[in-house]
Nanobody, 126 residues
Framework: EVQLVESGGGLVQDGGSLRLSCEASGFTFDDYTMGWFRQAPGKEGEAVSC????????YYGESVKGRFTISRNNARKTVYLQMNSLTPEDTAVYYC???????????????????WGNGTLVTVSS
């Protein structure tokens, strides 16, 4: 059974930092591009960042470039999102997503097989 379990969300003040983790199981992690997506109340879902499996290429959404860093530990089957300089506009539920592809299309246009976690809430107070 495929599982993606996010952790690390919480309440943080404007300008603060958080590190999200997503632990995967049930599939060959190295073969998957992994990503973080977010959904804020009243807004469309947004691709935050993605990282390929074997060569670690990355994609960042414009709104998080220079502030967020995605990384992965294939031995631990875990993907991380380090979030710095958080603002209230970053408040959202953050979801981990994975797909059996070797490209960054997961963060662009992708309609193939994918898996999602249940999400973790990040709240940034002003």
């Amino acid at each position: 059974e495929v599982q993606l379990v996010e952790s690390g969300g919480g309440l943080v003040q404007d300008g603060g930092s958080l590190r999200l983790s997503c632990e995967a199981s049930g599939f060959t992690f190295d073969d998957y591009t992994m990503g973080w997506f977010r959904q804020a109340p009243g807004k469309e879902g947004e691709a935050v960042s993605c990282i390929t499996g074997n060569d670690g290429r990355t994609y960042y959404g414009e709104s998080v470039k220079g502030r967020f860093t995605i990384s992965r530990n294939n031995a631990r089957k875990t993907v991380y999102l380090q979030m710095n300089s958080l603002t209230p506009e970053d408040t959202a539920v953050y979801y981990c997503r994975g797909a059996p592809i070797g490209t960054l299309d997961l963060c662009r246009i992708y309609y193939g097989v994918d898996y999602w976690g249940n999400g973790t809430l990040v709240t940034v107070s002003s």
